[in-house]
């Protein structure tokens, strides 16, 4: 009867030992990376930074860069050339799926203790719009196939699919490397309206191989979609993800997150930091009080907002734009506002690097400065074996992201 149950014990053991090994999880962006994708635009600013990024990468990691059509090739190599790249280390995909904001229908690499790897594929409603609650129209079929780009990527590196029912996107997930997830509660159940938090946190745990998830509250205001796109406030526009993490509070280690402060003062330059300083705050507290999935306590980096009125952009209305702006009340002479979704904290981290916006430039005042130089400062701290190289994503934040938005990362 020993004998049995000894052997049954064993056998109990062997098998939980393979389930753990065989078990997926979505890696910390810290652990060792093979590669990073990213995609080309066509637009000079948006491209610049993408430049920008290959010419601090390509060195360490495989860049995979999407073409929409293989007759960009030549025009785009020569662009790259211009950043002194080795246009051969950069390995060029001809692609349909060829969505610039690669971290959010992209690919979400898994991979296991044994050294294989998976990707998620979750659905995808185009930051949220198309999911019954702004619009009940179809997606457009080149909408379609940009939220197929993690399944594209699952054939082209021959790698298994796990795929599930919820909408979700890459840049709303920042995890560490033992199981924690960073979230934000509005986002995920707009997504998904008629599933509960309970059933989209159950969901999440399993595809992504998670233990726990710290939700916060909402996300920016300038990072939420209003129908229509109409202003957040007054005559203030904006273009983000609706409420992305990685533009809010990411890890930079197990146990340490960096996440956003804005004084008294800076809450009353504008309307759109006024409404923001409440959020941040209640965020605040949602993270002083959170534990990571072993019950440990954050240490938690405040981090700057850059200067809004240097970011900010004055638009006129006239007459090939008051179709568009009229919709809300204004007229040709009006002025409204461009609010970038800028943030520090759309950085990314790889082997060797850390990239992170950088928005002082000859002319601005020393504040703005100030700002870079501390970010810069703290992550050196945080990342004393990384090399931080600074890139301005000011073209980028217009299109409603940052450094992060447009790459995805590759797991060894």
């Known amino acids: 009867m020993r004998s ?18 065989d078990a997926y999880r979505f890696p910390a962006e810290w652990e060792e990376q093979q590669g990073v994708i990213l995609s080309w635009d066509g637009e000079l600013l948006r491209d610049t930074t993408t430049c920008r990024i290959v010419e601090a990468l390509h060195q360490e990691i495989d860049v995979y860069l999407l073409i929409k059509h293989d007759s960009l090739l030549y025009k785009v190599k020569n662009k790259l050339s211009e950043y002194q790249i080795d246009v051969n280390r950069v390995k060029f995909i001809d692609s349909s799926p060829a969505f610039f904001w690669m971290r959010d229908p992209g690919p979400l690499f898994l991979k296991n203790n044994r050294g294989e790897q998976a990707v998620a594929c979750f659905q995808w409603s185009d930051y949220g719009i198309y999911n019954g609650v702004f619009s009940k129209q179809i997606m457009s079929q080149d909408d379609t196939l940009d939220g197929l780009t993690d399944e594209y990527f699952a054939d082209y590196f021959k790698l298994p699919k796990i795929k599930s029912d919820i909408r979700f996107e890459g840049g709303a997930i920042d995890v560490n490397s033992t199981g924690t997830m960073l979230g934000i509660k509005d986002m ?55 409420m992305h993490v990685d533009e809010f509070c990411r890890f930079v280690n197990d146990t340490t997150v960096l996440f956003l402060k804005m004084s008294k003062e800076e809450s009353k330059e504008s309307p759109v930091n006024a409404l923001n300083y409440p959020i941040i705050e209640k965020n605040y507290k949602i993270l002083q009080k959170a534990r990571t999935a072993e019950g440990k306590k954050l240490t938690i980096y405040r981090v700057p907002l850059p200067n809004f009125d240097l970011i900010v952009r004055t638009i006129q209305v006239d007459e090939k734009n008051v179709e568009f702006y009229g919709k809300f009340g204004h007229k040709v002479g009006d002025s409204v506002f461009d609010v970038p979704a800028s943030s520090y904290l759309n950085f990314l981290i790889s082997n060797e690097s850390v990239l992170v916006a950088k928005y002082w430039k000859p002319g601005m005042p020393e504040s703005q400065k100030q700002k870079d130089t501390e970010v810069l400062e703290l992550l050196q701290k945080l990342f004393p074996t990384r090399k931080i190289i600074q890139i301005n994503p000011y073209g980028v934040n217009f299109g409603g992201g940052g450094i992060h938005c447009i790459t995805q990362q590759i797991p060894r």
């Open 4 to 21: 049995f149950l000894g052997i049954f014990l064993l056998l109990s053991w062997g098998i939980a030992l393979k389930a753990q090994s």
């Open 188 to 242: 995920a159940l707009q997504r998904n309206p008629g599933k509960s938090l309970a059933e989209i946190e159950l969901e999440l745990k399993r595809v992504l191989g998670l233990k726990k998830i710290i939700w916060l509250s909402e996300g920016l205001i300038e990072d939420k979609y209003f129908p229509d796109l109409g202003p957040m406030v007054l005559n203030y526009f904006s273009w983000g993800a609706n």
